[in-house]
């Protein structure tokens, strides 16, 4: 029986990852700010990752109950669509917050918890390798970054006996799905430089979206980083054939195709 500490457990593939490591007999802690929707197996931990102080004593409360970890798995994040010169500066720290800034905080916290050989599972997106949408860039930029910060964590925590694993799942049929729809009508109402475009893009991303797994496949894939002796760098799964084509095309070209697509 191992161990494991999982972020987001509320959410859609957080609280998968949670159950399907129940099933297998592993004792698991959740951490999330909102409340699970029904009776769960995993003891959950209300914290919310922008805040320090609900996070330390979360690590405190793990660490009276489980003396040590197997590993920390990271599925909690936010979804943001907007244009990069409209939107709230606000809004754009929170989503670094969450996404990176988050993941920072728990991993600092928690990694003298990590029992030898450990692993470290992130999940990040489709989207964080590609060159970004237009309106898709702060999501982007955050996954972007993430992986950069898991490459820079592989580096060090190899010495001290961890492994990094990163997830790209495409579309996942969670909450995060129609919150993207909400953020997509948000903008389009919003936005004042881009009307005719956003419209044009709804459509675009009911296409990229249409295409969704559920959470449970990639719970599978999260394990299989677990279970491997030597697991891959990156998991990959539900990738968008659209999106990859288009990310090997000349980036001259990437740029015309859009604006002949979403220009008025």
Known sequence: MAKYLVTGASGGMGSAVCRALCREGHQVWGVDRAACPEDVSWKLI?????????????????????????????TAGVYDLNSLVEMPEADFLRDFNVNLFGMFRVNRLFLPLLAKNSRIVIVSSELAPLHPLPFTGVYAVTKAAVEKYADALRMEVQLLGHRVAVIRPGAVDTPL???STRCLDAFCENTRLYPCNAEKFRRIVGRVEARHVPPDKVAGLILKALKA????????????????????????????????????
């Open 177 to 179: 799905l129609p919150a």
């Open 229 to 264: 002796k030597r697991p891959r760098l990156t998991y990959s799964i539900n990738l968008n054939p659209l999106l990859r084509i288009m990310n090997r095309m000349p980036r001259r070209l990437q740029l015309r195709i859009i604006r002949g697509i979403l220009k008025s």
């Open 46 to 74: 209300r914290a919310d990752m922008t805040r320090p102080e609900e996070l330390e004593a979360a690590f405190s409360l793990v660490s009276k109950e489980a003396g040590e970890l197997n590993g920390l798995i990271h």
